[in-house]
């Protein structure tokens, strides 16, 4: 019994210790590819790593970003845990892990 409920408590601090950073949400401002990483800027943060050349998933994280961009919608950066929470420094070798484009939250009271 104590084995498996040591078990378990080394699964669950395994799991908490890598959780991800999550950006607040933002407009896309620039996003500016490179011969090896694409970075992007969202407003009122810091230049950030979209992907690396040749990273299979950047393509699609590009067009998300890029589509976000026309449309004016705010998006949502991950990132490993690690990276600055505030995600205003940019770090040159953690790339986005996952982007997700979100629906403007309208006003209410008009």
């Keep these: 019994m104590?084995?498996?409920l040591t078990g378990l408590l080394l699964?669950?601090?395994?799991?908490?210790?890598?959780?991800?950073?999550k950006c607040p949400d933002a407009k896309v401002q620039m996003l500016y590819p490179t011969e090896e990483?694409?970075?992007i800027q969202l407003e009122g943060l810091g230049w950030q790593v979209l992907g690396f050349a040749g990273d299979e998933d950047l393509p699609t994280k590009m067009a998300i970003a890029q589509?976000?961009?026309?449309?004016?919608?705010?998006?949502?950066?991950?990132f490993n845990n690690g990276?600055?929470?505030?995600?205003?420094?940019?770090?040159?070798?953690?790339?986005?892990?996952?982007i997700k484009a979100r629906k403007e939250k309208?006003?209410?009271n008009g």
């Design 2 to 4: 104590q084995k498996i």
């Design 11 to 21: 699964l669950l601090v395994s799991t908490l210790a890598q959780a991800n950073v």
């Design 37 to 39: 990483k694409t970075f």
């Design 67 to 78: 589509r976000a961009k026309q449309q004016g919608q705010p998006v949502e950066l991950t």
């Design 83 to 98: 990276h600055d929470k505030a995600c205003l420094s940019r770090d040159d070798n953690s790339p986005v892990i996952k």
């Design 106 to 108: 309208r006003n209410q």
